[in-house]
């Protein structure tokens, strides 16, 4: 089976994402140190927490130069989820700034209500605008919805790698592909089918 290398710095509860790709077909290694991401067919950055405070925890664990190195080669396929996807920008604002992964150009900037009825942080079900091809949204319908819980977006330096992006807040970045590195700004693991349908494409990397 693909072995999945699900990236713990310590922030997050990953039994949801760990039991999501068992059921999707992979197996999922917990890696806590670069171990498992120089080995594993697949990588997966999850996130929940801080910006700062994770990517502090991915360098002083050894896990933000393994990453760096694993998915230089073009070809390790690498998902972030949620703050793990902005993790692969260059820089954050949060919390007064920190640089990020900088293997996807662009910056984390705060959501901003346009509207009304738009709350911050953005919580809850929403569409997707797609705008390209990806082999994560393979055979993915698309008039579903995806979960959301987010207070900041990623801005990419280059259109080119912007696959969605979902009306909220002016318009955000929900999901992104640069060659071999992936990101969806809202759960998969808990966005029911359409999420799982999603994982179900990325652990099919490994044999695609």
Known sequence: MTSVAIIDYGLCNLDSITRAIEEC????????????VASADLLILPGVGAFPKAIAN?????LASALRDRVADGVTPLLGICLGMQL????????????GLGVLPGRVETLVAKA???R???????????HAESELLRD??????FYFVHGFHL????PEHVVATTPY?????????RKNIFGTQFHPEKSQRAGFALLRNFVSLRSA
Do not use: M
């Open 25 to 36: 077909g992979g197996t999922p290694i917990v890696a806590d140190g670069p171990g498992p």
């Open 155 to 158: 801005v990419c330096s280059d």
């Open 88 to 99: 692969l920008a260059d820089s954050s604002v949060e919390f007064g700034g920190a640089a």
């Open 58 to 62: 991915l360098h002083s664990r050894g």
């Open 140 to 145: 993915v319908p698309p008039e579903k919805d």
């Open 120 to 130: 911050v942080p953005h919580v809850g079900w929403n569409e997707l605008q797609r």
């Open 116 to 118: 009304p009825d738009e």
């Open 169 to 177: 807040c002016g318009g955000f970045v929900s999901v992104v592909q």
